[in-house]
């Protein structure tokens, strides 16, 4: 198993049937309809309606640290050294949930993987874009008393119509907050999306960023900036942006772009799979070889916002690794300062 980083995980997303049953049960409350209802989707609502029913059995900070430690525990099986975990805050307080038991609980549970699996993390607060902008500022105010709990602010949910400029205030006022900045972009919506990201927003990663291939300028951009992508396979083929064959995924082109893109597990308790499984899916699909397997694992790590030693740290888990199994080095870990 390739050490590696997870940069692209809906929290939200993880939750699974055993631990909506459990929950539900602890809570006094009914099973959701939806509970165990996993991909194929006939669209993104229908996924979405779903997933926002399921949610409703999360409802204490021990419920949020469950949540956690159930992932990272999966994650920590899946060779995930580092993990960097987006949060919906307004998933949570929509339905009266204090946002402090939401980031206290997840933080509890990313201190606990820490200690048994030796994993480091951190949180990123999402913007729902389908709210808006002013609701996104608001969930930004209500989080920033727990500023010390977060790595990054980033923006999510349902692209077409929202696009990144509605966001420009908040990202500012993160940025001025000292937060990092990433946002999903490039899914739905077109290179314009990935531009505005960048340019209007400063995000320093594109979450997903498929749609960037339609734009040559916008290529030759993203490998010189290094600017990476979080790139979620299983996510594409279950909502129907990329595929319908795995083989078709645009990842291939992505690497063969020499640009720094990742893989990873999206909402993976509803995709089919965590970020492990994206990997096998792509092997077995032909579209990335063993060799790229190592040179994903790279480039997550050369894309988090761990600082350089900890990168230093995991690019040498990782040669060791290759050198172990008898695979290609892949650059990055060779030559630290590319990173
Ligand atoms: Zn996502």
């Known amino acids: 198993m390739w050490p590696t980083a997870e940069l692209h995980v809906h929290i939200e997303g993880t939750l699974d049937a055993d631990l909506i049953r459990e929950l539900a049960d602890r809570n006094g409350l009914p099973v959701p309809a939806g509970a165990g209802r996993g991909a194929p989707f006939r669209d993104l609502q229908d996924f979405l309606d779903v997933y926002y029913a399921n949610l409703d059995v999360l409802r204490t900070r021990r419920d949020f640290?469950?949540?956690?430690?159930?992932?990272?525990?999966?994650?920590?099986?899946?060779?995930?050294?580092?993990?960097?975990?987006?949060?919906?805050?307004?998933?949570?307080?929509?339905?009266?949930?204090?946002?402090?038991?939401?980031?206290?609980?997840?933080?509890?549970?990313?201190?606990?993987?820490?200690?048994?699996?030796g994993?480091?993390?951190?949180?990123?607060?999402?913007?729902?874009?389908?709210?808006?902008?002013?609701?996104?500022?608001a969930t930004l105010e209500a989080v920033l008393p727990h500023r010390s709990l977060l790595l990054a602010v980033g923006l999510d949910s349902s692209e077409v119509?929202?696009?990144?400029?509605?966001?420009?205030?908040?990202?500012?006022?993160?940025?001025?907050?000292?937060?990092?900045?990433?946002?999903?972009?490039?899914?739905?919506?077109g290179p314009d999306y990935v531009w505005e990201a960048l340019d209007i927003l400063g995000a320093e990663r594109i979450d997903h960023g498929n749609r960037a291939l339609e734009d040559v300028e916008l290529v030759a951009h993203l490998r010189e900036t290094r600017t990476?992508?979080?790139?979620?396979?299983?996510?594409?083929?279950?909502?129907?942006?990329?595929?319908?064959?795995?083989?078709?995924?645009?990842?291939?082109v992505m690497l063969?772009?020499?640009?720094?893109?990742?893989?990873?597990?999206?909402?993976?308790?509803y995709f089919g799979g965590y970020l492990d499984d994206n990997v096998r899916a792509l092997v077995a699909a032909g579209t990335?070889?063993?060799?790229?397997?190592?040179?994903?694992?790279?480039?997550?790590?050369?894309?988090?916002?761990?600082?350089?030693?900890?990168?230093?740290?995991?690019?040498?888990?990782?040669?060791?690794?290759?050198?172990?199994?008898?695979?290609?080095?892949?650059?990055?870990?060779?030559?630290?300062?590319?990173?």
Request: charged share 20%; with cysteine.
């Open 65 to 117: 640290q469950d949540l956690g430690a159930r992932y990272l525990a999966r994650a920590a099986a899946a060779g995930v050294r580092h993990a960097e975990i987006f949060v919906d805050p307004q998933s949570h307080t929509e339905r009266g949930v204090p946002v402090e038991d939401v980031l206290l609980g997840l933080s509890a549970a990313l201190a606990d993987a820490r200690a048994a699996h």
């Open 256 to 269: 063969d772009e020499g640009l720094r893109a990742s893989v990873h597990s999206d909402d993976p308790a």
């Open 161 to 189: 119509g929202f696009p990144p400029s509605l966001f420009r205030d908040v990202f500012e006022r993160a940025a001025a907050e000292g937060l990092r900045r990433v946002a999903h972009a490039g899914e739905e919506g």
């Open 119 to 137: 994993m480091s993390g951190g949180l990123i607060v999402c913007f729902l874009r389908h709210l808006g902008p002013d609701a996104a500022m």
């Open 288 to 339: 990335v070889t063993e060799d790229q397997v190592g040179v994903l694992a790279a480039n997550a790590v050369a894309s988090s916002f761990l600082p350089d030693a900890g990168k230093a740290a995991l690019l040498a888990e990782i040669r060791a690794h290759a050198e172990r199994v008898g695979a290609a080095v892949p650059a990055l870990a060779l030559d630290p300062a590319a990173v």
């Open 228 to 252: 990476p992508l979080t790139v979620c396979p299983l996510s594409n083929l279950a909502l129907r942006t990329a595929g319908p064959d795995l083989a078709d995924h645009p990842l291939a």
